[in-house]
């Protein structure tokens, strides 16, 4: 299975500052076939399902704002939050899609206003 | 707009079977472009992907599970449902049902299941 390693397990940011979380994944998560990157990212708020920010490592979901992006390739990839909003608060994970047919989580990371 | 929405009890004994259905709604569950995915998520903790099914009706599950799910389609009444046998403490989580593309873009809202006596 690949393992899904997010850094750091909690960050507190201040208002209005660039969030950063960082993944990792133990093994490639991308296709060299088609030259996409098999991962994801989800937020989650108190008491809601995950709701899916960003695909193939770097595109945004329809409706998801502009500060939320996604990079990197292979197997370290970033969700950075440009300018950190109070509704930004929750956890956020990290989801491989490469290794059919076991996809495969990070532990999450909680977001927190400093 | 695809809607999920799972059900079913929210407290199982230890030993018994868990079983939910998640109704898809806004969208056909035959579509082949997607499969159907149970996860869930003990609380406070981290997601855990529990199975798949194929509008073929093949499955997959995750290894950790795979003795005690089964995860079956109703075409006709647009839902799939899973059932997990043997369940004890470490079963209780929420439950959620989503579309699966590989990553997951619709989600319900989640049900809890309590495994106690």
């Known amino acids: 299975d690949i393992v899904m390693t997010q850094s750091p397990d909690s960050l507190a940011v201040s208002l209005g500052e660039r969030a950063t979380i960082n993944c990792k994944s133990s093994?490639?998560?991308?296709?060299?076939?088609?030259?996409?990157?098999?991962l994801a990212w989800y937020q989650q708020k108190p008491g809601q399902p995950p709701k899916l920010l960003i695909y193939?490592?770097?595109t945004r979901e329809s409706g998801v704002p502009d500060r939320f992006s996604g990079s990197g390739s292979g197997t370290d990839f970033t969700l950075t939050i440009s300018s950190l909003q109070a509704e930004d608060v929750a956890v956020y994970y990290c989801?491989?899609?490469?290794?059919?047919?076991?996809?495969?989580f990070g532990q999450g990371t909680k977001l927190e206003i400093k | 707009q695809v809607q999920l929405q799972e059900s079913g009890p929210g407290l199982v004994k230890p030993s018994q079977t868990l079983s939910l259905t998640c109704t898809v709604s806004?969208?056909?569950?035959?579509?082949?472009?997607?499969?159907w995915s149970w996860i869930r998520q003990p609380a406070g903790k981290g997601l855990e992907w529990i199975g798949r099914?194929?509008?073929?009706?093949?499955?997959n599950y995750n290894p950790s599970l795979k003795s005690r799910v089964t995860i079956s389609l109703d075409t006709s009444k647009n839902q799939f449902s899973l059932n997990l046998i043997s369940v004890t403490a470490a079963d209780t989580a929420m439950y959620y049902c989503?579309?699966?593309?590989?990553?997951?873009?619709?989600w319900g809202q989640g049900t809890l299941v309590t495994v106690s006596s």
């Open positions: 193939w490592a770097s």
């Open positions: 806004g969208g056909s569950i035959t579509t082949t472009t997607y499969s």
């Open positions: 989801h491989q899609y490469y290794d059919t047919p076991m996809y495969t």
């Open positions: 099914i194929y509008t073929s009706g093949g499955t």
């Open positions: 989503a579309r699966d593309g590989g990553y997951y873009e619709y």
């Open positions: 093994q490639s998560v991308l296709y060299s076939s088609n030259n996409k990157n098999y």
